[in-house]
């Protein structure tokens, strides 16, 4: 028995190597977005007011991995009201929140819809 126990633990404390995938920025990523709306200006994404609605899956668009450059919005049941959509970074380029600044408990990256900064469409950072 401790003949097994003393390469287990020898074993165990050896570093594990993790291989990251990398991502290739000519494909747009599927993930799953959300739209943060307040009805007046903001940044960051838990001050009071601050509503936030499930919209469905999306394809996000790269520009590096810390780059947003469009997200299109792919509803999964058009018929119901819900269109299809792209929003793309015209307006104040974008914000990162991380998990703690948002309800979906992981980081999201956001593009704002309009010139007021009212209301932003995010995307579940799942390429990093």
Known sequence: MH?????????????????????????EIQ??????????YYTGGMSEGI????????????EDKFS????KVVPNKPDKGRKKFVVDRRYE?????????NPT?????CLFESKKLTSSICAINNWI
């Open 31 to 40: 993930t799953t977005c959300f739209r943060m709306d307040s009805g007046r």
């Open 3 to 27: 003949r097994l126990l003393i390469p287990l633990l020898v074993a165990s404390a050896l570093p594990i190597t993790v291989l990251a995938h990398p991502v290739d920025l000519s494909k």
């Open 51 to 62: 509503k936030w609605d499930l919209l469905g899956p999306c394809k996000v668009k790269l």
């Open 93 to 101: 380029g974008y914000q990162l929140l991380k998990p703690y600044q």
């Open 105 to 109: 408990g992981s980081a999201v990256a």
């Open 68 to 71: 947003v450059t469009s997200i």
